[in-house]
């Protein structure tokens, strides 16, 4: 018959393997939490240049699409987002292959500025418009 060794050394061994595993469970905790922080500020961010994109690309189909357009700026502030939108549109002097003044042919220039994770943004986004095709 086997006997078993006497259990005096094993209340410490017991104890070395809590303190390993508790350790381990901190380590992995800590970077799982780091994870999700790191994804939740890229997920964020993202939410918020696609919110200015869309801001733009409206202004952009709204300044485009008017049935009359005049040269000259104007600027709208969006107080929910703190964007100030910029609108210029300018008309165009541009010859055609066959050297004919294509007349009537506009720029629509709209500009963004806002401020992102403290620091000051500013995007341009840029649309033309030959008034004839449109009538």
Known sequence: ????PPKKNLKGFMMMEV???LFIFALVATSF???LNSLWRGTTFVKEELVVTQIMDSALHEALYLQRLEEGSTEVF???RDIDIET???QLEL????GNVLQQMWQVTIIARFE???I????IVRGWRYLPLYR
């Open 1 to 4: 018959m086997n006997k078993l």
């Open 19 to 21: 303190i390993m595993a």
């Open 33 to 35: 939490a780091q994870a």
């Open 78 to 80: 969006i107080e929910e």
């Open 88 to 90: 210029a549109v300018v």
């Open 95 to 98: 010859e055609n292959m066959d």
């Open 116 to 118: 992102q994770e403290g």
């Open 120 to 123: 000051d943004q500013e995007r």
